[in-house]
């Protein structure tokens, strides 16, 4: 390679994608860099279900926590998820503490490609796709560092926009449909946000392109109605719910969100948006529209309550997702500036008329600056340890099935039914029950109310303080069976 070859190759987008290839990597990877099990408990409830319905070899089968509720497409409306990654990993064989860790990594490093994909013909590839890759995670809003239908999603929104924007034959609309029909299989509140986002567009090429518009509205729309019944069904209810005020208390505010994004990437979007409205287009017009739509939805919902809750809570990861792309046309702003070359001394005009650049490089270093870092302080949670991986593992390889009902703490039973496919008497997930203080009670007590076992169909207990109870055998440290 000669030297104009090889200026060529670093002035050329396939090095900047490579590096943000690993920037998106390590900030996905980064709850996962001291911890080799899935983070959030969602992703132990994903791992579990998965499992249940490769054992059952069906989309219908039975609940893994409890043991008897049967779960089909009607009533696990992530199926196509499970399905995705029980499948996947019967034929790649990689193990799933593997793919839990590591897939997270993969998927941003698939939805900056995507955003790039979708940029690149506006102006704005790499840049959109570095603010791609800075999205954070939270426990709270999920995001792309945890392997949820969420983190998936946002893959095909941009691609959406791209097919949309860039073609207009049967083809478009097939693959529209698929997109869609994907995302209503994995995770209808991605596919929901997909058909706001693009709702602009459709709208503003009603006059301009009729046809267009009519192709793209029933790609988008039949998939809510012919092959997916259930979600047909849920329809009416859902609207009925959005006329009614819900509850606020726990959902997460605008200002906090802006924060934990960054102040900077926010101001650049506002920049992006100014810009796009000045260069005009429909394609331009519609990326701040699709942005501003999925705002106003969003806004709505968290200042008088009406609205889809699952909507808004997965909808400000997406609404991220969008700030980023309109961010990257702030930061291709920016490094487009350029002032007169009025001295002639070389310094000079190096410097004036790479302005831009230059300002678009301090940008850069000052965003990763403060944002690498907030990335790496924020707190995740640990439902289990070594300790009880260990154990647990210890139980599904030894324990035969006469043995298929265990209480243990409520935090750490998600993981238990994951890792050992055995039932529970409760487990924590979104908020703490009756049965989850029950738990507490029995374990703190030791464990010596034997009719509550027998009662309760429990037949083993897994604790890590002492039970006390004649009628528990250990069979191994910290785990107890009942006699018969």
Not at 181 to 202: K, Q, T
Not at 214 to 224: E, K, M, N, Y
């Amino acid at each position: 390679m000669n030297g104009q070859a090889f200026w060529n190759f670093i002035k050329s987008d396939y090095l900047k994608l490579v590096l943000l290839s690993v920037l998106a990597f390590y900030i996905a990877f980064i709850p996962h860099i001291n911890y080799p099990y899935p983070v959030h408990v969602d992703e132990w409830v994903h791992l579990a279900f998965s499992q249940a319905m490769m054992k059952s070899g069906s989309v219908t089968f039975i609940n893994p926590f409890n043991g008897r509720d049967i779960l089909n497409l009607g009533s696990n409306l992530e199926s196509g998820f499970h399905l995705f990654l029980g499948v996947f990993q019967q034929i790649s064989g990689v193990s799933w503490l593997v793919i839990f860790r590591y897939f997270p990594s993969l998927l941003l490093m698939l939805t900056a490609l995507s955003v790039y994909t979708m940029a690149r013909k506006e102006g704005f590839g790499w840049e959109a796709a570095f603010f791609t890759c800075l999205i954070p995670t939270t426990v709270g809003i999920l995001g792309p560092a945890f392997l949820v239908p969420v983190a998936t999603g946002l893959i095909f929104v941009p691609l959406s926009l791209f097919v949309a924007f860039n073609f207009k034959n049967a083809g478009a609309y097939v693959v529209l449909f698929v997109f869609t029909s994907f995302l209503l299989s994995i995770h209808a509140p991605s596919a929901i946000v997909s058909v706001l986002v693009l709702a602009p567009y459709v709208i503003m090429n009603l006059r301009r392109n009729f046809r267009h518009s009519l192709g793209t509205t029933l790609a988008l729309a039949v998939p809510f109605l012919a092959p997916f019944p259930w979600i047909f069904k849920l329809l009416l209810p859902t609207a009925k719910s959005m006329l009614t005020p819900q509850p606020l208390s726990f959902f997460v505010q605008f200002p906090a969100l802006i924060k934990t994004y960054g102040y900077l990437p926010t101001a650049l979007c506002l920049v992006g948006a100014f810009l796009l409205a000045v260069k005009g287009g429909i394609r331009k017009y519609a990326l701040i529209l699709g942005l501003l739509t999925l705002l106003i939805v969003l806004v709505i919902f968290f200042n008088f309550g009406y609205g889809v809750s699952i909507v808004y809570e997965r909808g400000l990861v997406f609404a991220m997702l969008m700030v980023s792309i309109v961010a990257g046309a702030g930061l291709a702003g920016v490094k487009r500036l350029a002032l007169s070359r009025f001295n002639s001394q070389r310094v000079v005009s190096l410097l004036t008329g790479n302005l831009g650049k230059l300002l678009c490089l301090i940008l850069i270093i000052l965003i990763l600056a403060v944002a690498i870092p907030d990335r790496q302080r924020t707190t995740y949670y640990h439902t289990i340890d070594d300790q009880d991986y260990q154990a647990f593992v210890w139980i599904k390889e030894n324990l035969t099935e006469q043995y298929q009902k265990a209480i243990l703490d409520p935090w750490k039973a998600t993981a238990f039914t994951a890792i050992t496919g055995k039932a529970v008497y409760t487990r924590l997930h979104a908020y703490p029950t009756p049965d989850d203080e029950k738990a507490r009670e029995f374990l703190e007590e030791g464990c010596i109310d034997t009719d509550f076992l027998k009662n309760n169909g429990i037949s083993m207990v897994y604790n890590l303080g002492i039970c006390r109870n004649p009628d528990l055998v250990e069979v191994r440290k910290n785990v107890y069976l009942l006699k018969k």
